[in-house]
């Protein structure tokens, strides 16, 4: 039955058996559901990933789920319904429980492969090197003198969790201190707000813990961007006041005075390429963890 199950020509169905696999079912589309496909990396990404599969004879068909789990659920049981060739899975909260967790479930056993993108909830995953790139990203920004360094990461997905934890940890072994008044912890909600320009309590964090700081390492490009602008407004120059750090090498990384920490996006593309093919197709995949490197 696994061997059937693989080779397309059977389905599983939970709680009821197996069954003889409609052959309109045997696609080549790789579904992709991230959280907003048009967010900073999101393009690139899906442009890269779309051609590498091409190389493949397969196509690629992205889905936004806005970070609601409603959104997510219809997405989900259009997989069921359609049953693509393989199941790429970029979820936007890694770190609160999921009640969809049953439906990707369901997905699996019914012998579609699920991969997970920057996180390590699932079997089979490709992330990065949150917790090095965090470390090694804080190392870079203290070795250029600056000792009153800040943070501001995402508390409730696994990325900003790792680099957090690399940021701690770059602070003890270099006996820089660890002042917790300087780190702003966000959610995804308060991220899209203090995006948007929207955030009170963003506001409220540079004007009371950032003056006196000398740079801020911060979750991506996006809120680095709008950091820059809000330092700017407020007269503190970049980067000679307080260099800005950052993750993710995308389009907002382009604003001198940013220190950047990113994975190569083709080398991305193309290990999710080659894991959603070979799962596709019947063969193994393993996880992997692409580097980070650092970038001025």
């Not at 442009?47 to 590498?52: C, I, R």
């Not at 479930?105 to 790139?133: A, C, M, Q, R, W």
């Amino acid at each position: 039955l696994d061997v059937l199950l693989q080779k397309g020509l059977i389905v599983k169905r939970r709680g009821a058996g197996s069954y003889i696999a409609d052959d309109s079912f045997n696609n080549r589309t790789v579904f992709f559901m991230t959280e907003d496909c048009d967010r900073y990396q999101s393009p690139a990404l899906i442009s890269g990933l779309k051609e590498q599969l091409l190389n493949s004879k397969y196509e690629l068909r992205s889905f936004s789920c806005g970070g609601s789990v409603s959104e997510e659920s219809k997405i989900l049981s259009r997989v069921i319904n359609e049953r693509p060739a393989a199941l790429i899975i970029e979820p936007a909260k890694d770190l609160v429980p999921d009640p969809n967790l049953r439906l990707i479930e369901e997905i699996e056993d019914t012998g579609i492969p699920v991969i997970y993108l920057n996180s390590s909830l699932g079997k089979i995953h490709v992330v990065s090197g949150n917790y090095e790139g965090g470390r090694d990203l804080t190392k870079h920004v203290l070795e250029t003198g600056r000792k009153k360094t800040a943070c501001i990461f995402r508390i409730d997905d696994s990325s900003g969790r790792d680099r957090y934890k690399g940021y701690i940890d770059a602070l003890l072994d270099a006996d820089a201190g660890y002042d917790e008044s300087r780190c702003f912890l966000m959610t995804y909600k308060e991220e899209k707000e203090i995006i948007s320009g929207d955030s009170k309590k963003f506001a409220s964090f540079i004007d009371n813990h950032l003056f006196g700081c000398d740079s801020v390492i911060c979750q991506n490009g996006m809120v680095a961007h709008q950091l820059i602008f809000l330092l700017r407004k407020r007269g503190v120059s970049v980067p000679e006041d307080i260099l800005v750090a950052c993750f993710d090498n995308d389009y907002y990384s382009g604003d001198s005075g940013i220190v950047y920490a990113g994975c190569d996006i083709d080398s991305y593309c193309k290990t999710l390429a080659r894991s959603s093919v070979a799962l596709a197709e019947g063969r193994s995949a393993t996880c992997v963890t692409v580097p980070m490197k650092i970038s001025e």
